[in-house]
């Protein structure tokens, strides 16, 4: 019978690269940004746009119109670029990347950490168990909040940009997108964090028998 550790492969080695990547790249993105403008990644870079996609803008070009078929109408969803963006707009910017960072690699560190404990204590332990429900809080409660966030933050970068997007108490939800697959991720790790215990319990039960 296959050992937890054989069992696991080659998911915990996999991981732990893609997060080792991760990290690595976006810090030599930062060091690389201070240099260079042009460089982008969560830290921002040279382009700065929002798009405001409940905004309908008419397109009155001949060419398009000539291809419409019957009654149908065409329109754009408009993006509102800053030429020479201000320190604060920068701020906002890097705010977003930042958020979405820290939740993509909190998110790789505690599934390394579980892959990795499963692997060496096993699957049904107590520690896996920990690590599992862990995780799973990670996921449904973090990217729910990022969301919230980013587009708080979205808003008020948007507000600097045009006065068709002025800073209402109600602005961020044209951002907002509730991240329900990342939700029920979560609500099931930690369901199955649960069931993970009652196996190391009866496991110890058994034990204890034999």
């Known amino acids: 019978m296959a050992s937890d550790s ?9 991981v732990s690269a893609t997060l080792r990547t991760l990290v690595g790249l976006s810090l030599l993105t930062f060091i690389w940004g201070r ?32 291809h419409l078929k019957g009654r ?11 030429s020479h963006a201000t320190s604060y707009q920068h701020l ?14 909190g998110g790789l560190y505690l599934l390394n950490k579980a892959l990795s ?14 690590r599992l429900a862990n995780l799973g809080r990670w996921m449904l409660f973090v990217p ?8 708080n933050v979205q808003a008020l970068l948007l507000a600097t940009l045009t006065t068709l997007a002025p800073l209402t108490a109600g602005g961020w939800t044209h951002f907002w997108h509730v991240p329900y697959l990342s939700m029920l991720t979560g609500a099931g790790l930690i369901v199955f964090a649960r069931i993970t215990r009652a196996g190391s319990d009866m496991r110890e039960d058994l034990d204890g028998v034999v």
Not at 39 to 60: N, Q, R
Not at 92 to 105: E, H, K, M, Y
Not at 117 to 130: F, K, P
């Open 6 to 14: 054989q069992l696991l492969r080659p998911m915990p080695g996999l």
């Open 35 to 66: 240099f260079d403008s042009r460089i982008g990644g969560p830290w921002g870079g040279a382009s700065l746009c929002v798009d405001a996609d409940w905004i309908s803008v008419g397109v009155g070009s001949d060419h398009v119109a000539s």
């Open 72 to 82: 149908s109408t065409v329109d754009f969803t408009p993006r509102f670029c800053a």
């Open 92 to 105: 906002l910017q890097t705010a977003v990347g930042l958020s979405l960072l820290v939740v993509t690699v």
């Open 117 to 130: 404990t499963a692997a060496r204590d096993g699957v049904y332990t107590r520690q896996t168990a920990a």
């Open 144 to 151: 729910l909040a990022g969301s919230l966030l980013v587009a």
